[in-house]
């Protein structure tokens, strides 16, 4: 448990700092909502000066923004963009970062061997991104209670977060096998931004041309688009078994790479 432990301590500065300015900023947007739910032409003029390809690529062209799930939803729209590009980072980096900063050579010393490496890295991301997504459940729950101006579904308040956590392990998973060959730490950056926001375009793309509708199915963000769960009140299952397909794939593929790997120190 050494390693795990040292990880975690590691990472915890970028924990905290991820994780308090996602929140701030998502308590901050969601206590707009009261003055938007009491002012409907206020709410309506906001809509309408929104463009419709906008609207139609967010998916937020069905929401009725007076309600506070639909509000949420356009609001989490931006959290999870941002949660997926810190999963993927914090994925990403925790492998390659060792060969990048020179430690690699003090890690591999111990005893220790690489799938034990490995397996205690990825409790360390799991934890992080668990506790993350359990602070924001929590800290959303209180926030809707105190500003809601009517019921809401708690069943589909869950999924948007259920969602929010599959996407980040996907991420995470993803970024997890790359770091096994983006070894530098100025090239963890552009690529993890990179694939998160092709990603996320992709899926406004797909929303907007219906030519390239099919392209939906290849991005994540589309699997748990939070105007979707608010409406459908469910996530398809097969999204779900995608995205745990990628996450149980990438993680055996990192295994095995990392076994293979001709290490330099």
Known sequence: ????????????????????????SNVGMMLMYPTFANSPDQLQGYMKSLPKGMLRGLGIETLNLGQI??????????????????????????ISREESEKTIEFLLAKPVTRNGVITQKAMAVFFYITLFNIIFVVVDYFTFEGIK????????FLLIHVGLYLLQLTFAAAGFFISIFVTKAKTIYPVTFGVVL???????????SDKLENLKYITPFNYVNPSNIVVNKTIEPVYIIIMLGIIVLST???YVAYNRKNISV
């Open 252 to 254: 055996i593929l990192t």
């Open 69 to 94: 799930l639909d509000f949420f939803a356009y609001v989490f729209l931006y959290i999870i963009l941002f949660g997926a590009a810190y999963a993927m980072l914090l994925g990403s980096s925790i």
């Open 198 to 208: 092709g990603a996320f375009f992709i899926n406004i793309v797909s929303a907007i």
């Open 149 to 156: 101006q009517s019921d809401y579904s708690i069943s589909a």
């Open 1 to 24: 448990m050494t390693i795990f432990l040292r990880e975690l301590k590691r990472y915890r500065k970028g924990f905290i700092i991820w994780t308090t300015c996602l929140v701030s």
